[in-house]
């Protein structure tokens, strides 16, 4: 499978703990973003990456989040002292590169808070 | 903010019928609409994509309408069947030149809850 993969699919945590997702683009695509999408809402972006550096943030993405994309190849994001307001299904997308618009979507991470 | 609107919430049709969700943008310097397709549990799926110069694509049983100067599209789904029942998401982002560091981010409109009875 050469899509975009995403792990845990899952992840059930008590508020306060830390979690870390990872994300592994399509293998040639240089451009790597982050959304959230909560229930009945459409995905909401968080960050982007160009190739290894982190060139855009969302005001949704708090200091109790972080990003890295260390090689350019895998991205991680990273949730500090997690709150029962950050469960929702954490989504990254890849693209080819700038002038390429077509995002493909992994299959998320589910996140509970409890 | 919201940026791309997007009607219905939910819609119903009978396996056949046409399928019709429309969405309705503000930002002027957005330069692509794609739509997505999402199952349960499943991440967003390209369907389609149009870019403003022109008024209509299909691809299979899924046509794009694009009017520029309403700054709406809406998305068709022909001989609609079970299988397409799912949320649908209507998206749009600007196209960033290369010397920006902006990244072609996307927004989305709410979703549409799409249910084709068989």
């Known amino acids: 499978d050469t899509g975009v993969s995403q792990d845990p699919r899952h992840k059930i945590t008590k508020r306060g703990q830390n979690v870390t997702f990872r994300c592994d683009p399509i293998?040639?695509?240089?451009?790597l973003y982050w959304y959230r999408q909560t229930l009945g809402q459409g995905p909401e972006f968080l960050t982007y990456f160009q190739n290894e550096a982190q060139l855009e943030k969302s005001r949704l993405l708090s200091d109790r989040f972080s990003a890295e994309r260390p090689k350019g190849s895998f991205s991680t994001l990273e949730i500090q002292r997690t709150e029962q307001g950050d469960s929702a299904m954490y989504l990254c997308?890849?693209?080819?590169?700038?002038?390429?618009?077509?995002?493909?979507f992994g299959p998320g991470t589910r996140l509970t808070v409890l | 903010q919201q940026q791309v609107k997007q009607s219905p919430q939910s819609l119903i049709v009978q396996k056949g019928g046409i399928s019709i969700i429309n969405c309705a943008y503000e930002?002027?310097?957005?330069?692509?609409f794609p739509w997505y397709q999402q199952f349960p549990g499943k991440g967003p799926a390209l369907l389609i994509a149009?870019?403003?110069?022109?008024s209509e694509k299909k691809e299979g049983r899924f046509t794009i309408s694009f009017n520029k100067s309403a700054k709406q599209f809406s998305l068709h789904i022909m001989d609609s069947q079970p299988g397409d029942s799912a949320t649908y998401f209507c998206a749009a982002s600007k196209t960033s030149p290369p010397e920006e560091t902006s990244g072609s981010r996307l927004t989305f409109g709410e979703g549409t809850q799409l249910t084709v009875n068989p």
């Open positions: 149009i870019r403003p110069d022109v």
């Open positions: 930002n002027t310097a957005f330069d692509y």
């Open positions: 293998s040639e695509h240089n451009r």
């Open positions: 997308a890849s693209t080819l590169g700038r002038g390429y618009n077509e995002q493909f």
